[in-house]
């Protein structure tokens, strides 16, 4: 990957601007842009787009602070159904030592059969098994988004990943702060992501 896809600056205007409309209504206050999922769990906004991962915030605050909160898989801005992931991946290098690679699949083995427990971390489980297992199903909040797996997207496998994701949430904070308008936004992402891509 060299450049950005094609059709990138008018989706990205298209979503930064419906997503705005959130903030225009008043349902997110303009001063606040970072660390939505503390402010939600603090009951300072009503809603917060944000990624599973932020679950145990928001539980720990309705069992410590008696939050009340629901959620829900990310609404269909677009012509169909998608939201993002990310993943986490177990990698044992060649030419690792045999004792090592074992200790390595012991490990892997272990995160797989404690799946479970991964999920009630805010995470997916790491096994389709436990996925579809009636213990899953009863977590409330966990089963409920995992209806979205059907159209999950990842991002594209870069080395430089995690800085084209801060090009973005960089732009995006600056265009819902109304320190750059919507084009300004767009050609900050566009052009912060090239510079990310040559780098690779």
Do not use: C
């Not at 790491?126 to 988004?145: G, H, R, V």
């Amino acid at each position: 990957m060299t450049d950005v896809a094609d059709g990138f600056a008018e989706t990205a205007k298209k979503s930064l601007s419906t997503l705005k409309a959130f903030i225009d209504a008043g349902v997110s206050p303009k001063e606040i842009i970072a660390d939505s999922a503390a402010q939600f769990a603090q009951n300072k906004i009503g809603l917060s787009l944000t990624q599973i991962t932020d679950l145990p915030v928001y539980q720990t605050a309705a069992a410590e602070q008696g939050l009340s909160f629901g959620v829900a898989p990310l609404p269909t801005f677009g012509d169909k159904p998608a939201t993002f992931a990310l993943g986490h991946n177990f990698v044992i290098p060649r030419g690792t030592p045999p004792e090592a690679r074992t200790d390595a699949l012991v490990f892997v083995k272990w995160i797989g059969d404690n799946s479970l427990a991964w999920a009630k971390t805010g995470k997916m489980p790491a096994k389709l098994t436990t996925l579809n297992s009636d213990e899953f199903k009863a977590l409330p909040e966990q089963s409920l988004i995992a209806t979205s797996l059907d159209y999950v997207h990842f991002p594209p496998a870069l080395s430089v990943q995690p800085q084209v994701d801060r090009v973005v949430q960089t732009a995006a904070e600056a265009f819902y702060a109304g320190q750059v308008d919507v084009d300004q936004a767009v050609t900050m992402m566009v052009d912060g992501i090239r510079q990310e891509l040559a780098k690779k």
